[in-house]
């Protein structure tokens, strides 16, 4: 079984400042994480992924994210948030058997100029 | 341009009368899913389908019915809607199969706004 647990249902921030999105995830397996951003009324995009290589996974626009297994933490950070950052991010969970993904609730993230 | 499509974008329906969402994907995927996203539960599995004539049920698959006669479309059937249904759901495709290791990426469609009265 997998579970995903995104800590913060909304995120506020001002323009420039860092972003942090706090994700903890269960698993039964080796997991395989994800974060995905959803702009208003646009489909799912993966912003980066971590699939047992290094820890510190970097993705695209600027976030990376840092997976801790003894705290079993997945959280994405951007040092500097910008206007175009304003959007929900969705942390995801695979098992390592089949393709199953398993989404946690969501962060809208709120970017105040 | 490799992508998933969805059709309808937008639905206002009422309960009980048939409806399908269709779709379809140019990537010549064999694993393809049904999602519906609900505020605070983020994206939940309806129904997914590894290969042709290949489905199978999801986390939430009451009310729902697929099925895949063709590698390229996946369509969502809804017999009999029931306004507990109203949601956006997305449909993915990937190139995961069930001989794969590793992680494959899901690409997602647009989505397909559902509103049963």
């Known amino acids: 079984a997998q579970s995903v647990t995104q800590l913060d249902s909304h995120v506020s921030v001002s323009e420039g400042t860092p972003v942090l999105l706090r994700c903890n995830y269960s698993?039964?397996?080796?997991?395989?994480l994800f974060w995905y951003v959803q702009h208003p009324n646009k489909g799912l995009q993966l912003l980066l992924k971590?699939?047992?290589?290094?820890?510190l996974v970097k993705g695209i626009n600027g976030f990376e994210a840092e997976f801790k297994k003894s705290e079993t933490s997945f959280h994405l950070t951007k040092p500097s948030a910008h206007m175009s950052d304003a959007a929900e991010y969705f942390c995801?969970?695979?098992?390592?058997?089949?393709?199953?993904?398993?989404f946690g609730g969501g962060t809208r993230v709120l970017v105040k100029p | 341009e490799a992508q998933v499509t969805q059709n309808p974008r937008y639905l206002i329906t009422v309960t009980g009368k048939k409806l399908t969402v269709t779709c379809s994907q140019n990537?010549?995927?064999?694993?393809m899913s049904w999602y519906r996203q609900d505020p605070g539960l983020g994206l939940r599995q309806i129904y997914y389908?590894?290969?042709?004539?290949?489905?199978d049920k999801g986390d939430v698959p009451e009310g729902y019915k697929v099925s895949r006669k063709e590698k390229r479309n996946f369509p969502l059937i809804l017999e009999s809607p029931s306004p507990n249904q109203t949601s956006l759901y997305f449909c993915?495709?990937?190139?995961?199969?069930?001989?794969?290791?590793?992680?494959?990426?899901?690409?997602f469609g647009p989505g397909t706004r559902l509103t049963v009265l």
């Open positions: 993915a495709s990937s190139p995961w199969t069930s001989g794969s290791r590793g992680f494959f990426e899901q690409f």
């Open positions: 698993s039964s397996y080796s997991p395989s």
């Open positions: 389908s590894m290969n042709v004539e290949v489905t």
């Open positions: 971590y699939t047992s290589a290094a820890t």
């Open positions: 990537m010549n995927h064999e694993y």
């Open positions: 995801v969970v695979s098992a390592a058997a089949g393709n199953k993904l398993t």
